[in-house]
């Protein structure tokens, strides 16, 4: 079951449920990709279509953050919680160290996706990192850069360019590269290598920790300025609706 948020179809499943669903992915085999869907994403899809297209076209979309499961408030149509990009791969790489799957991990500068192998292998006793390679690559690199993943044949393919270049990238080349499931991650790989702290766990438990990542990066605000518009956009779309429906009865 989906709920349709300014055009955009997203999962109402718990964090629990998408990892199930994602297991069956890689139990089915075909190349699957999943989008954790934050307000930034979502607003700049209002503005270019074939994002939106791209979103509608994931098989699996998650409500990535405190914003997308306020809207769907907003709308009437809760979803569980938040699903998070980070919590979302460190849940699978739990499953993945029990059942054997094999994971690479894509992006950031170079030296961090190796780094935060050696972290999540200590972490995941049994996981397997088949491979790992920085995200500064030039196009000239990419038909390489795409054999040596499909040669060590991960069940799961991390990538962390930066939302939506990530998922444009899976996107694009999600059959040539013929992983069961490829996800984007933003972030993540620069704070499972250490180079970057996780908000602290109060901050996640009152849902602030984008007030963290800002303050601990204040060249953020300026994307962070879409947040009152993204709301804005939410209110007006489904309030003003509600209230209409609300007339007419
Ligand atoms: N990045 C990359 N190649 C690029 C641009 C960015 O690998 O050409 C990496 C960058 O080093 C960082 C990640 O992409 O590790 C993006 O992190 P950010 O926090 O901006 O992502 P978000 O979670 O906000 O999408």
Redesign the pocket.
Known sequence: MKVNLLGAGIDRLSIEECTYRIGEFIEQGAPRFVVTL?P?LLYQAQFYSELLDMVNQADLVTPDGVGIVWACRVKGEPVPGRVT?IDLMLGLLERAAEKGWRVFLL???PG?AEDAALNIVEKYPGLHVVGTH???FTPGDEPGLIEAIRKTRPHLLFV????P??EQWIYAHRQRLGVPVAM???????VLAGRVPRAPAWMQTLHVEWLG?LLRQPS?WR?MLVLPKFAFMVLRTYLKKGRIASCRR
């Open positions: 934050n930034e990009g992006g950031s500068a961090v920085h995200g500064y962390a360019l930066g939302a270049r990530q984007g991650i933003g972030g993540s790989l620069d990542r953020r994307r």
